[in-house]
Structures are given as C-alpha cells and as structure tokens.
Nanobody, 115 residues
Framework: QVQLVESGGGLVQAGGSLRLSCAVS????????MGWYRQDPGKQRELVAS???????YYADSVKGRFTISRDNAKYTVYLQMNSLQPEDTAVYYC?????????WGQGTQVTVSS
C-alpha cells in the first residue's frame, strides 16, 4: 500500500504562486510514477503533471511553462510549483501514485484562484 498526504493549497490572486506538497509513505519502492491531478465539480479528474521513477516529466498543455513537478527523494515528497495562476486553475488537486499494485490517491487539496 501507498499513503499520500497533500498540503499547500489555498486562496491566491490571479498571477500568484502556490507550491503543493505530497508526502509519500508505505511501499514507495513499488511506485513507477507520481502525478498531480485536478478536478472541478462535475468534471473528470485530469492529469496536470507527472514524474516517473527515472525523472521523466509530463505536463498538460494548459500548464506548460507555468507549473513544475519535482521530487525530493530524501524527504519522500513530490512537489508541484504553480506560477502565474489563473482562475481556470481553480480545482481540487490530488496527488496520485501509479504503483505495481495499483493507483493510489491522496485526499486532495483545494486551490482557488481569484480574479
């Protein structure tokens, strides 16, 4: 099993920045990749950014150049640095882990961007 705990969400004005953190515990050596997802009410959860065990990264077109995913292996933590935030970035952000035994989710953290 893998446990994920997100933190760092909040309310920010358009143009501002936030950094989300995801603390990972459990069977971390079975994790193939980590990702940040977001979901608006009534919409499907979408992948925002991901990072593989080898360090490869992926970004959705909507966040390229503004968001950066990174990890600190010593702290077992994955980060999402979000710059130039816009109202359309408002959502609940989830940390997800793709592991050998399946996909695991954190509880989510709300990000609200005011115009």
């Amino acid at each position: 099993q893998v446990q994920l705990v997100e933190s760092g969400g909040g309310l920010v004005q358009a143009g501002g920045s936030l950094r989300l953190s995801c603390a990972v515990s459990g069977s971390i050596f079975n994790i193939n990749s980590m990702g940040w997802y977001r979901q608006d009410p009534g919409k499907q959860r979408e992948l925002v950014a991901s990072i593989t065990s080898g360090g490869g990264t992926y970004y959705a077109d909507s966040v390229k150049g503004r968001f950066t995913i990174s990890r600190d292996n010593a702290k077992y933590t994955v980060y999402l640095q979000m710059n130039s935030l816009q109202p359309e970035d408002t959502a609940v952000y989830y940390c997800g882990a793709n592991a050998v035994m399946g996909r695991f989710w954190g509880q989510g953290t709300q990000v609200t961007v005011s115009s």
